[in-house]
């Protein structure tokens, strides 16, 4: 399932990187910020609480990366280079990710940085947004967005134009165990 995701997510133009542990992916987070950011003493990075953090000592990565912000407002997030969040499903069929939030930060980690890393646990790879749907109560989820890799409109002279209404890039961070 995780090579269909990886394929059809690659042909919206996002980038798919699979790590075996939490602790390959969390070094290749810290590894993309550190290439990433422009200037250690601004705050160009958002993270949003999930259950990837679970365990990661926040004060030693602030000491290591000074720029991430775990406290998100409209303001940080909308002045962050990159915003990093774990999103709930991703869909093989169409190679979306899927992003279930009562939260605003986790939305704000999502939509306006220009970069976003999306976390994905493996396991949370379906079929299909049926399969999704059979697996989540609708009535109980505040807000729902499906991800289709980096925002793009030809509203404009019908010229494609990437990154207008949301992220440039989309990276894609599949752990199979955490």
């Known amino acids: 399932m995780f090579e269909l995701f990886k394929e059809k997510a690659e042909k919206i133009n996002a980038e798919v990187y699979h790590f075996n542990s939490k602790a390959e992916a969390l070094d290749f987070i810290k590894d993309f910020i550190i290439k990433n950011s422009s200037n250690k003493k601004s705050k160009e990075v958002v993270w949003c609480d999930s259950n990837?953090?679970?365990?990661?000592d926040r004060d030693s990565l602030l000491k290591e990366l000074p720029q991430v912000?775990?406290?998100?407002?409209?303001?940080?997030a909308s002045s962050a280079k990159i915003g990093i969040n774990q999103v709930d499903y991703g869909i093989a069929e169409t190679g979306s990710l899927v992003e279930i939030s009562d939260r605003?930060?986790?939305?704000?980690?999502?939509?306006?940085?220009?970069?976003?890393?999306?976390?994905?646990?493996?396991?949370k790879i379906e079929t299909n947004m049926e399969t999704v749907m059979k697996k989540i109560n609708i009535k109980n989820i505040?807000?729902?967005?499906?991800?289709?890799?980096?925002s793009r409109t030809a509203d404009i002279e019908r010229?494609?134009?990437?990154?207008?209404?949301?992220?440039?890039?989309?990276?894609?961070?599949c752990v199979d165990n955490f």
């Open 52 to 56: 990837f953090l679970e365990g990661v």
């Open 69 to 76: 912000e775990f406290n998100i407002d409209l303001n940080s």
């Open 104 to 123: 605003i930060s986790k939305r704000l980690c999502s939509t306006l940085p220009e970069i976003h890393i999306a976390i994905l646990p493996v396991s």
């Open 142 to 150: 505040p807000y729902i967005t499906i991800i289709s890799g980096p």
């Open 159 to 173: 010229v494609l134009t990437i990154g207008v209404h949301g992220p440039e890039r989309v990276i894609i961070v």
